[in-house]
T-cell receptor
Framework: KQEVTQIPAALSVPEGENLVLNCSFTDSAIYNLQWFRQDPGKGLTSLLLIQSSQREQTSGRLNASLDKSSGRSTLYIAASQPGDSATYLCAVTESTDKLIFGTGTRLQVFP | GAVVSQHPSRVICKSGTSVKIECRSLDFQATTMFWYRQFPKQSLMLMAT?????????EQGVEKDKFLINHASLTLSTLTVTSAHPEDSSFYIC????????????????FGPGTRLTVT
């Protein structure tokens, strides 16, 4: 059974810092991995999607990497801002097309 | 494109009553819709997958007679929580994927804003 874990569970940093959020999954047979952002009481916003054949994806200040063989992904946030405060979720897609979500990292960026 | 809406955004109901949540794809045909539940400070758990015109496939541990899912059209799926109890209070989120207006199929799921259900 696929399990997705995110470390750390919570993170509080001053504005301007560069951050690394970690995601690990137990079964490397995935189709893709996706990073989402969720604001309190809101739905999910897709940030980056990495296909299983890819190593990384970039969007603005965000960079996500994927090492499928070791079951790891990282989300790098450059020059963090208070507006980046949210919960970040990673999810893997399996052959059944199901999204298996991680436990999330709650990020707070203070001015 | 690929916008998904949910209605209502919040609902409070009394124990024993039923409540219906709607999930709509606004600018594409949703051939598949997914329903998730999220308890406070926990991650999303898939409840069921529904393909348009077919019966929903429920995940293990999800009671299909309690959580009725209907996906009768390519733009609408509904989740009805029957005989709701306080332990059903949760945040329910739907997602959808399907055909864009140009006819190309996309696998990526697009999520609705969620519905906060409180059962008193």
């Amino acid at each position: 059974k696929q399990e997705v874990t995110q470390i750390p569970a919570a993170l509080s940093v001053p504005e301007g810092e560069n951050l690394v959020l970690n995601c690990s999954f137990t079964d490397s047979a995935i189709y893709n991995l996706q990073w989402f952002r969720q604001d309190p009481g809101k739905g999910l916003t897709s940030l980056l999607l990495i296909q299983s054949s890819q190593r990384e994806q970039t969007s603005g200040r965000l960079n996500a990497s994927l090492d499928k063989s070791s079951g790891r992904s990282t989300l790098y946030i450059a020059a963090s801002q208070p507006g980046d405060s949210a919960t970040y979720l990673c999810a893997v897609t399996e052959s059944t097309d199901k999204l298996i979500f991680g436990t999330g990292t709650r990020l707070q960026v203070f001015p | 494109g690929a916008v998904v809406s949910q209605h209502p955004s919040r609902v409070i109901c009394k124990s024993g009553t039923s409540v219906k949540i709607e999930c709509r794809s606004l600018d594409f045909q949703a051939t598949t819709m997914f329903w998730y539940r999220q308890f406070p400070k926990q991650s999303l758990m898939l409840m069921a997958t529904s393909n348009e015109g077919s019966k929903a496939t429920y995940e293990q541990g999800v009671e299909k007679d309690k959580f009725l899912i209907n996906h009768a059209s390519l733009t609408l799926s509904t989740l009805t929580v029957t005989s709701a109890h306080p332990e059903d209070s949760s945040f329910y989120i739907c997602s959808a994927r399907g055909l864009q207006t140009q006819g190309s199929f996309f696998y990526e799921q697009y999520f609705g804003p969620g519905t906060r259900l409180t059962v008193t």
